[in-house]
């Protein structure tokens, strides 16, 4: 359903007035696939390049290099009619609801908003799409007259969740939803989304820097480090049998039942840099197992089970790693 290849965002920072610019590979060569009605949850530290991969797939961004297609179709180019019209097919919620919101504007007006935009139906019958919207999201009737200042943190995400889901969107980007609320609502946030998304079938990705929070609203699961993806698994195997050290580290961080990891695993050294991104294995620096390899060579992703994919030279039994990239097994 949605496919990239190859995915590549560079910027160029510069370092004081006379600094050279510094190429920042924010997105490093992705290649991912998320099947129609299911989620991809991406995983990483900040810096790790999720936010930029779920831009580019929503087409926010244009790639420096590499594809995204929908439904087949490669993306148009950024502003034109037929990029407008892919644009529909898509929505994006992310962290901060507030911001999301006008402070001014009752609910039910927001939620209505893209109906009204995209001129669906009469007024009557947006009017009744926003009753049911508020109540699909968990809200009553009579707060669509609330203004946004007038709810909680996970009432206003809430809100944001009706509003993308208004225009009934195809793909579904979720940065962060609930990384501004209080634990104690996450839960029933995230439920919310994959209650919507089951239902609607709509196509979701799913991007968090806590592995738990996308463990039960994802089907797969990519973790990404420095602009690439080390490990790509479905949920359970992520979670049952991690492969890569950095995804070993996060899952044994996660305390709960069925983890296979029984002993923490504290990552060391500094939190990653795109700007200054570690020859060879990026993640060596902090690998509590690297080889003198893993300082020179760069581990390719690739199958090391089926459905499951993992870029690191033991993984992969010291074999030489010639191989590109590997697009994800379907
Ligand atoms: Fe660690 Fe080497 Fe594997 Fe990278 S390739 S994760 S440094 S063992
Ligand atoms: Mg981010």
């Known amino acids: 359903m949605i496919e990239a290849s190859d995915l590549t965002k560079t910027y160029?920072?510069?370092r004081g007035l006379l600094g050279r610019p510094t190429a920042v590979h924010a997105v490093d060569g992705i290649s991912l696939t998320v099947t129609q009605g299911t989620t991809l949850g991406i995983v990483g530290e900040s810096g790790s390049g999720k936010s930029t991969t779920g831009r580019l797939l929503l087409g926010l961004e244009t790639p420096s290099a590499g594809h995204v297609r929908f439904d087949g179709e490669p993306m148009p180019a950024l502003e034109t009619a037929a990029w407008r019209k892919y644009r529909a097919r898509m929505q994006l919620v992310f962290q901060d609801p507030l911001a999301a919101l006008d402070r001014r504007l009752a609910i039910g007006a927001q939620i209505g908003e893209p109906l009204t935009i995209h001129d669906v139906g009469?007024?009557?019958e947006r009017r009744e799409r926003v009753t049911t919207l508020l109540q699909a999201v968990g809200l009553r009737r009579d707060q669509e007259n609330s203004y946004?200042?007038?709810l909680s943190g996970g009432q206003r995400q809430r809100v944001v969740i009706a509003r993308a889901i208004a225009s009934d969107p195809q793909l579904l980007v979720c940065d962060e939803p609930v990384s501004a609320l209080d634990v104690s609502i996450q839960a029933q946030v995230v439920n919310l989304l994959r209650d919507l998304q089951e239902t609607r079938g709509i196509?979701?990705?799913f991007i968090s820097h806590d592995l738990k929070v996308v463990r039960n609203v994802s089907d797969r699961v990519a973790v990404m480090y420095l602009?690439?993806?080390?490990?790509e698994a479905s949920s359970k195997e992520i979670f049952r049998a991690p492969l890569h050290p950095y995804t070993k580290a996060l899952v044994s961080s996660v305390p709960v039942p069925?983890?296979?990891l029984k002993d923490r695993i504290v990552l060391q050294g500094e939190p990653p840099n795109p700007a200054a991104r570690p020859v060879g294995c990026a993640f060596h620096p902090r690998c509590a197992v690297a080889i003198t390899r893993c300082r020179t060579e760069t581990p390719a992703l690739l199958p090391a089970a089926a459905g499951h994919s993992a870029a690191c030279h033991l993984?992969?039994?010291?074999q030489?790693?010639?191989a590109v990239a590997e697009t994800m097994p379907e």
């Open 320 to 322: 030489p790693v010639t």
């Open 12 to 14: 160029f920072s510069r």
């Open 258 to 260: 069925g983890t296979a």
């Open 315 to 318: 993984v992969h039994g010291g």
């Open 227 to 231: 602009g690439r993806i080390v490990e």
């Open 122 to 124: 009469t007024q009557a």
């Open 148 to 150: 946004p200042h007038e």
């Open 203 to 205: 196509t979701m990705v």
